[in-house]
């Protein structure tokens, strides 16, 4: 599903953020993605969604070798993932259902099949009620199932969360990690970012470990290095 | 549901000024392309109406010898390459000459004018008619019309040039403004456009929004630029048709120059859409 290889990044002329990464994540599969803040999480996440290029190495996904790939080609690549930020980015001039259909307009889908598959996921995320609601009168934690929805919309097979349990109490953020493991038994990929160590031992995922760029795998539950 | 457009365009104050400015342009652009079209209809007009025609001038004083205004056009008559010859009567004479000098033309000893029409393709200078009346009309003049009308043919032409010149300067500018509201637009929704690129848009999901706004502000300030510009055409060609100056080109256009006139919000709309979709397109290439 992901394989990295030997992969470093730096922005600009500024200090490596990650160095020397190397993994396989397997179809499937689910992780917690752990480390302090400014560790490196974001950034190993936007290489996955290809919101990046690697300074060094070489990330595959989904059988192809995203460095080398074609950037026409990449589009194609990107909504196969769903992606939940951890500031949700919803669009504030679209509706709620307006911003869950996104992915699937993108993808050139008929009106008729997105009104269905939309209506019936806003529902499903216990948003019904808010479905011609703007954004800018949702709770943060309704927005992040707005986020969610768009994430999942188009049946992605990997799904990357970026702390999407940073804004939440620690009730809510649980039920949203049971929900991701939900979506992770019928087939997903997930990879979920946080600093919530607590969270992720109450799973049981696969955790890899980032610190000071480098990338480190629980010696419990080893993620197979590439 | 709302509309597919992911884009909240037309929000903002550059997609508010577009326009105005492309009405602006396009006002400007239709006044210059009526001007040059119009010209280019009065060289035209000057060029038919003089080809292959000389005016011979006879002074006053022929009317009381016998016989020599008759003489004169017969031998002209006969002369190679001409096709007619024919004296003006004194009522058109002053009907030709009271635009240039009022009602002064009774009291002038008028000269006798023969309007004289060469056959097509008719090489036959002034010189030579002249040596031919040599032995009849001594004192006659011969005006080649085509002689003076060559000049200002040529003026109204590089008139006609500066015209499209100009348009082409406002095209220019036109295009910049495009650039530059484009460019203000794509960093005024950075982060929405960020967020498309990442769920996957192509460039050309993004950049359709863009051209798709700039051709229909572009088409709403050109329609309302074109109706100003005609208006201001037509009151300019009312006003300029109530002088008495025959040499004045008259502003008035063909079919064609009226069809070429209504094609300008179209081809304004579609350069805006275009160079659009082109800066939107550039600025995309840029995304990983």
Redesign the interface.
Known sequence: MIRFQGVSLRYGNGPQVLRDISFHLQPGSFHFLVGPSGAGKSSLLRLM?????PTRGTIGLFGRDTTTTP??E???L??R?G?VFQDF?L?E???V??NV???L???GLK?TL??EH?GELIHWVGLGHHVESRPSVLSDGEKQRVAIA?AIVARPSLLLADEPTGNLDPDTGLRLTQLFAELNKIGTTVVMATHNETLAVRFPFSTLRIAEGQLTVDARRAVPLG | ??A?W?L?LG?DATDRFLPWIIGLMVFLAALALALALALGGAIARWEASQTGVLTVELPASARDTDGMIQRTVGLLAVLPGVQAAEALDAAHAEALLSPWLGGAVDALPLPILIDVRLAPGAALSAGAVRAALAGVAPEARIEDAGAWIAPLAETARTVQLVGYAIIALIALAGVATVVFTSTTGLAVHR??IL????????DG?IARQFQRQALLLGFAGGVAGLGLAIGAFVLVGRVAGRLEAPLLPRLVLDPLGWAILAGLPFAGALLAMLVARLTVARSL?RL?
């Open positions: 969604y290809l919101a990046l290029r950037r026409r990449l589009p194609s990107r909504r993932i992606i980015r669009l001039h679209l509706t259902s307006d259909a996104l992915p307009r993108i993808a009106d997105v009104r939309v768009r | 549901m709302a597919p992911s909240p929000g982060d929405a967020l498309l690129h990442l769920i996957g848009a192509e999901f290439a990983p």
